[in-house]
């Protein structure tokens, strides 16, 4: 199937459209009001299922970005619940992952686009490893955000505790959690199907 008739891709399309950030601006407009302020932007990103990387894209495009994908130094595990289960331990001991090596100086951007996947009611730790890893005092930080049904969690505190000196400001969020929706789909179809392992 293409991308064209996928609908979770239509969906984040069509909310991208409407994002309070991008709205009312050209592409046109905006990369003039940039250059004349010698502003620069950074999309950054860090996904694991791929909607989060689906919107950092569409940004970078649109913005015509550089564009950074974040990513821990050891790799989540691919099992969807063993990842669930390292992010609550990561979470409830403060843990923050090393980070892979990243070529990025982040002294030459002015405002960084940050997406991230709300991990049980919170930001992943790698995201929050990456802010303790940079100095974003006086850089604006704004926030694109996908999540499973259960909104932002505490992540606004956590930018802004963990960007000291930054001005974070509202964000754009999404309800994209294809895949808790499928697994949950496939073992109803286990269970009525009666078939078991």
């Known amino acids: 199937m293409s991308d064209t008739h996928d609908p979770l891709r239509r969906t984040l399309l069509a909310a991208l459209a409407s994002a309070p950030f991008l709205a009312g601006v050209s592409p046109a407009t905006r990369g003039a009001e940039m250059q004349r302020q010698g502003s620069?932007?950074?999309v950054a990103y860090f996904s694991r299922s791929g909607n989060t990387r689906v919107i950092a894209g569409l940004l970078q495009?649109?913005?015509s970005t550089d564009l950074l994908e974040i990513q821990p130094a050891t790799p989540y595990p691919e099992d969807y619940l063993q990842t669930v289960e390292q992010a609550r331990q990561e979470r409830s001991s403060g843990y923050r992952p090393a980070l892979a090596?990243?070529?990025v100086d982040l002294a030459s951007y002015d405002t960084l686009l940050l997406g991230f996947p709300i991990w049980g009611g919170s930001t992943p730790a790698v995201i929050r490893s990456f802010l303790?890893?940079?100095d974003l005092s006086?850089?604006?930080l704004i926030p694109f955000v996908t999540h499973g049904g259960h909104g932002l969690g505490d992540s606004e505190s956590i930018l802004v505790s963990h960007a000291r000196g930054a001005r974070v400001l509202e964000g754009f969020s999404l309800e994209a959690d294809q895949e808790r929706r499928t697994m949950e789909r496939v073992n109803r179809w286990l269970d009525t199907a009666g078939i078991s392992g």
């Open 40 to 42: 620069r932007l950074l």
């Open 138 to 140: 006086g850089k604006t």
């Open 132 to 134: 303790a890893a940079h």
């Open 101 to 103: 090596s990243m070529e």
């Open 61 to 63: 495009r649109t913005l």
